[in-house]
Nanobody, 120 residues
Framework: QVQVVESGGGLVHPGGSLRLSCAVS????????MGWYRQAPGKERELVAA???????NYADSVLGRFTISRDNDKNTAYLQMNSLKFEDTAAYYC??????????????WGQGTQVTVSS
């Protein structure tokens, strides 16, 4: 059974930094895509950054230049380095991984989320 566990959230001042981790276990297949999403109260969940095996990452415009996504394929772990945090980055951050099981079939797995709060 695939499990996705996020960690690293917390309370930080504006301008500060946090590093989120997303650890995946229970998968005997390669992970195709690992992505970070966030959801603020009253808003829809949105893509923050995603990285596909063998490709360059993509970012939401709102975090470009401040956040960096990376992955360690040997550890089945993704990271999100968040710098220059702003009030509007406050949200629950979720990790989603996509695992293909064949040429035309894949499944998405979500973690439970980790809270990031930017406050003075």
């Amino acid at each position: 059974q695939v499990q996705v566990v996020e960690s690293g959230g917390g309370l930080v001042h504006p301008g500060g930094s946090l590093r989120l981790s997303c650890a995946v276990s229970g998968s005997g297949f390669e992970i195709y895509e690992m992505g970070w999403y966030r959801q603020a109260p009253g808003k829809e969940r949105e893509l923050v950054a995603a990285i596909t095996r063998g490709s360059s990452p993509n970012y939401a415009d709102s975090v470009l230049g401040r956040f960096t996504i990376s992955r360690d394929n040997d550890k089945n772990t993704a990271y999100l380095q968040m710098n220059s945090l702003k009030f509007e980055d406050t949200a629950a951050y979720y990790c989603k991984v996509t695992i293909p099981y064949g040429w035309s079939y894949s499944e998405d797995y979500w973690g439970q989320g980790t809270q990031v709060t930017v406050s003075s």
